[in-house]
């Protein structure tokens, strides 16, 4: 049977180095208690995809020697690989070729910032993949950046040239593919939470308030948390 590799591409949520831009406004504890948060619930829409389309879940995480942090934090059944390289264009690069050559027939590889990315966006990454021939798949971020890439195949290329960290990410991805004839399947628009801005567009979201976003995994960690603690909500 063929298995799906969906990977987060994560850090460890310590205290200081979890949810920086975030941390400015909540503090440095809140911060990395949302980003645990947020990986538990990632972690849960990947285990809510139906064992019949063949997955397997994956924390790609960094730094090395916080073993221990992921496993309290993720499903007994994923798997865990170190992240390989020092930008996020190796980091991405390196996670498909090491899981593609473990076996699996594709590779989602998503973020561990969008707390109620919806399972039938995973469902319909999977199936794409499935689709006769080589292509990429494609889940564009309200940032400009991806929330999700699925290949086949680990096409450097892919990865290079890009600007990371700014809005023209998602569109240089598309190019890239372009270049190499990689035809591109693109899933609906979502949103990961990197500031207080984006925060509340996750409070929108959960208390059903949010004309944008709607109809996401329940994110229940999230949910617990930001209902119990108010004093680290701005």
């Not at 063929?2 to 850090?11: D, F, L, P, R, T």
């Not at 397997?56 to 020697?65: E, H, L, M, T």
């Not at 993949?129 to 080589?134: A, V």
């Not at 290329?157 to 990410?169: E, K, M, P, S, Y």
Request: aromatic share 6%; with cysteine.
């Amino acid at each position: 049977m063929s298995v799906a590799a969906i990977g987060i591409i994560c850090k460890a949520p310590q205290p200081g180095r979890a949810k920086t831009r975030l941390a400015s406004a909540v503090g440095a504890v809140a911060a990395s208690e949302l980003s645990a948060c947020f990986l538990r619930d990632v972690a849960a829409a990947i285990d809510a995809v139906p064992e019949s389309f063949g997955r397997r879940g994956y924390g790609v995480y960094a730094p090395a020697g916080v073993e221990h942090i992921m496993r309290e934090l993720l499903p007994a059944t994923f798997g865990l690989q170190l992240q390989v390289g020092d930008h996020l264009g190796d980091v991405l690069f390196g996670a498909t070729r090491d899981l593609l050559s473990d076996g699996h027939d594709c590779v989602l590889l998503v973020n561990g910032d969008s707390p109620t990315l919806p399972t039938r966006f995973l469902v319909q990454a999977i199936e794409a993949m499935r689709e006769p021939g080589d292509r990429m798949v494609l889940g564009p971020a309200s940032d400009g950046g991806y929330y999700l890439i699925g290949l086949k195949h680990p096409h450097r290329h892919l990865f290079t040239r890009i600007a990371w960290g700014t809005d023209t990410v998602a569109r240089a991805t598309q190019e890239r593919a372009a270049e190499i004839g990689l035809p591109t399947t693109l899933l609906p628009e979502w949103y990961d939470i990197d500031d207080v801005e984006t925060l509340h567009w996750l409070k929108d979201e959960l208390a059903g308030h949010s004309a944008r976003f709607h109809g996401g995994s329940l994110a229940a960690a999230s949910r617990a948390f930001l209902e119990t603690a108010p004093q680290n909500n701005p």
